[in-house]
């Protein structure tokens, strides 16, 4: 068993601590104990066996403090763990930037220099653990409820297992804590979906083609084609976009194959940490997670930035370590004095500011209606039907058309838009923060149709900001009574109903969750795509679609105003 030492980084004040935190927009007035500080050198143990409960050996490098030059007399630990796909040898190797998504996990030095012991597990059938990969799936939340047990048990232990990382670490968070291992003591699962159907595969029932085919072979890649690949490459051979695209609504085989959060038995203390910017792909999962898991403490924030940038920030990282320290350690760091969410509400996509509230979503939201209308906007530029977003609904019943074909998708490929609304010139700030729902009808003349919904933000200059999307297949657009509200529904999936040529439907548009301060002077901005340029583009998109605007058949969206 190899063993490396790595040296501590150097020893930060207390004040120092104290000011990086309050930049994280937190008050740490309340703490009564100063956070733990970076006193040890780092022990490297590589390759350690963790076998799991059908003999499956794991492989897992291990990274823990060396007690033998330390000031104190400490020889217990409190674990953080991840495991994922993504080869621990190229913690490494890679940085952890772009393109290089596979470092998300915490940093050793950092970590195990402040006493924690920091373990990173290949799951089974990639790197170096043996079997046969199944990613996402109950039996990689069993292997990782198994990791997280042997964890307790190791002679440099403290007993409490604490989980850490981004993304797939964040998502398989979610996945073990919904089988409740004995010794799992917190998650943290930082920028993570929580339903691998809704929130990753199939936003609104359209396969999330542009990722995964980037994804998957990028992975993939990690393991077959480069000098740090798999000794045993032939056990990673999942044939993953063939079971997503035969299990193409929801399903049993969603939950008994695959994972997904079980959010009745989430009962572990949680620090969901998502992103604003995330509406593409995690948002929905953490607050999902949030708002429905049945765990008594529970945190969550919403920052912004690059995909890791505040993880891997000094303030993110004082921020977890206020949590940890008080979960993993039973210091009083103040963290659960504060309220239970904090949001950096957005002037822009790069600037907020960080503000306290008690609730998700916010209790006094005012939902307002904004619909659309038929009459010329004259402002965008580019756009093929340029018309008004009003809080008056039309009078007269209006049929909008336009194609659905390889314009279209040009169109979304270079991000022109096909049919936009936009409001006047607003008076005052208005800020946005919640869920969203758009309200239309619609026909085709095929048999299905594909909505792309854009809320944007749109100076006087013309520049626009995107704050969030929506995606919905017509032919999904059943609901769930029971899951669904007013402002945020929910959609069965669970099977399809296709349309009649020329058979007008209502339907609702899950835009995800936002929060954007549309300033004085600025339009609020709806685009309607038939396409994104970047979602699987099926066949039945040759034709024309259609939405109805006012009568009978008004079509809105429901926006959350904080007053």
Not at 100 to 112: A, K
Not at 275 to 288: F, M, S
Not at 295 to 314: N, R
């Amino acid at each position: 068993m190899l063993q490396l030492r790595r040296t501590s980084v150097a020893l930060l004040s207390w004040l120092s601590l104290s000011l990086l935190v309050s930049g994280f927009g937190l008050s740490i007035a309340g703490a009564t104990e100063p956070l733990s500080q970076p006193e040890y050198d780092v022990i490297l143990e590589e390759d350690v066996a963790v076998t799991v409960r059908d003999g499956t050996v794991l492989r897992a490098d291990v990274y823990r403090p060396d007690v033998s030059a330390a000031k104190t007399g400490n020889a217990r630990f409190p674990v953080l763990l991840s495991l994922s796909a993504y080869q621990k040898n190229l913690d490494r190797v890679l940085p952890h930037v772009a393109p290089f998504t596979h470092v998300e996990r915490p940093e050793p030095d950092w970590w195990v220099a402040r006493g924690y012991v920091v373990i990173f597990v290949d799951t089974r059938g990639t790197g170096k653990s043996s079997g046969k990969a199944d990613i996402w799936s109950m039996q990689e939340a069993r292997d990782y409820y198994d990791a997280i047990e042997w964890a307790a048990k190791q002679d440099w232990s403290s007993g409490k297992v604490g989980l850490s990382g981004v993304s797939y670490y964040a998502i398989t968070q979610w996945n073990v804590a919904s089988l409740q291992p004995p010794s799992l003591t917190t998650i943290v699962p930082w920028e993570g979906w929580a339903d691998l159907y809704r929130d990753s595969v199939f936003h609104g029932g359209v396969l999330n083609q542009g990722f995964y085919g980037r994804w998957w072979t990028d992975v993939v890649g990690k393991q077959l084609l480069e000098s740090t690949r798999a000794n045993n490459s032939a056990a990673f051979d999942e044939n993953l976009m063939w079971n997503f695209m035969t299990h193409h609504t929801d399903s049993a085989w969603w939950d008994e194959v695959k994972s997904r959060a079980q959010f009745e038995k989430i009962t572990v203390p949680l620090y969901s940490s998502g992103n604003w910017g995330g509406w593409n792909h995690h948002l929905r999962g953490n607050l999902e997670a949030y708002v429905n898991s049945a765990a008594e403490k529970k945190k969550l924030q919403i920052h912004i930035g690059g995909h890791t940038d505040a993880f891997y920030s000094d303030e993110g990282k004082m921020e977890m370590l206020r949590w940890y320290d008080y979960w993993l350690k039973g210091k009083d760091t103040g963290i659960m004095d504060e309220p239970p969410v904090k949001l950096c509400i957005r002037t822009s996509v790069d600037e907020c500011n960080w503000r306290f509230e008690n609730e998700w979503p916010l209790a006094r939201t005012q939902y307002k209606k904004y619909y659309l209308s038929p009459k010329t906007a004259g402002v965008v530029e580019n756009a093929m039907h340029d018309l008004t977003l009003s809080m008056t609904a039309p009078e007269e019943d209006r049929e909008i058309s336009f194609p659905s074909g390889p314009e279209a998708y040009r169109r979304g490929r270079s991000d022109q838009p096909m049919v936009t609304f936009v409001t006047e010139p607003l008076s005052e700030d208005v800020e946005l923060t919640g869920h969203i729902n758009l309200k239309l009808w619609v026909s085709s003349e095929t048999e299905d149709m594909d909505v792309f919904a854009y809320l944007r933000d749109m100076a006087p200059d013309g520049s626009v900001e995107t704050a969030t999307r929506g995606i919905l297949k017509v032919s999904h657009r059943k609901l769930d009574a029971e899951l669904s509200t007013p402002y945020r529904p929910y959609h069965s999936h669970d099977e399809e109903q296709k349309l009649t040529p020329g058979e007008v439907v209502p339907i609702e548009v899950e835009i995800w969750a936002t929060s954007m301060v549309f300033k004085k002077g600025h339009r609020i901005r709806l685009d309607v795509q038939p396409h994104d340029g970047d979602h699987y583009f099926a066949a039945y998109k040759l034709k024309n679609n259609s939405i109805y605007l006012g009568g009978d058949r008004a079509s809105y969206v429901l926006l959350p105003v904080i007053p």
